[in-house]
């Protein structure tokens, strides 16, 4: 009975391993502004007036344009942040006062 028990435990082990193994994707996905701008652009190239791609078009590129400038705040913050961290870190703290040794209380 152990035996079975141990056998189907390393079974059930190995299965839930595999099952939950990370597989490499053969290929990365494109970012969702590049797809779709790629999607915008076909279908403008296909219809050039259709004033709907045309608007679409333009936001794309204004996303695309707010990405970048938020990319680059979030790079400035982190390096403000790391330049503060370094500032913190030289600084000397002062010791703190021992504490004087409590005398015993006496026997009641």
């Given at each position: 009975m152990v035996k079975t028990s141990s056998i189907v435990a390393a079974i059930l082990a190995a299965s839930v391993s595999v099952a939950y193994a990370q597989v490499a994707p053969t290929q990365t996905p494109p970012a969702p502004a590049a797809q779709g701008d790629a999607s915008v652009d076909k279908n403008l190239n296909k219809n050039p007036d259709n004033k709907a791609l045309?608007?679409?078009?333009?936001?794309?590129?204004?996303?695309?344009?707010?990405?970048?400038?938020?990319?680059?705040?979030?790079?400035?913050?982190?390096?403000?942040?790391?330049?503060?961290?370094?500032?913190?870190?030289?600084?000397?703290?002062?010791?703190?006062?021992?504490?004087?040794?409590?005398?015993?209380?006496?026997?009641?």
């Open positions: 045309q608007n679409a078009d333009k936001k794309v590129e204004a996303n695309e344009a707010k990405a970048a400038e938020k990319r680059a705040e979030r790079k400035e913050a982190k390096k403000k942040e790391a330049r503060k961290e370094a500032k913190h870190e030289h600084m000397e703290r002062h010791e703190k006062m021992e504490r004087p040794a409590k005398p015993e209380r006496p026997a009641r």
